[in-house]
């Protein structure tokens, strides 16, 4: 069974940077065959798509509007792992955020969260 771990988060001030990390274990194969998205929910709001990678991170990456021009997600096939490379980062970016194998969340309404990562921007 493919489990996805999210860590990366932590404290930034505005305009700051930090970088998130969704590792795999368990199943790989079926890994390296998913699409990968990146969702976050803020307190008191409905989870939200970010951003998404296809399995082989050659067609273009899907990215919220909020977040374009901001956020990039990569993937690194020989770490199993995929990133979320946040810059300029803004108060309404505090979230916890978290990794699962879709791009939306239609296709999660199976799927066990993990624990997320927070995020939190403040001066």
């Known amino acids: 069974q493919l489990q996805l771990v999210e860590s990366g988060g932590g404290l930034v001030q505005p305009g700051g940077s930090l970088r998130l990390s969704c590792a795999a274990s368990?199943?790989?194969?079926?890994?390296?065959?998913?699409?990968i998205g990146w969702f976050r929910q803020a307190p008191g709001k409905e989870r939200e798509e970010i951003s998404c990678?296809?399995?082989?991170?050659?067609?273009?990456?899907y990215y919220h509007d909020k977040v374009k021009g901001r956020f990039t997600i990569s993937r690194d096939s020989a770490e199993n792992t995929v990133y979320l490379q946040m810059n300029s980062l803004k108060p309404d970016d505090t979230a916890v955020y978290y990794c699962?194998?879709?791009?939306?969340?239609?296709?999660?309404?199976?799927?066990?969260w993990g624990q997320g990562t927070q995020v939190t921007v403040s001066s």
């Open positions: 368990g199943s790989i194969e079926d890994f390296k065959y998913k699409t």
């Open positions: 990678v296809d399995p082989g991170g050659d067609s273009r990456p």
């Open positions: 699962a194998p879709a791009c939306s969340l239609v296709f999660l309404s199976w799927y066990s």
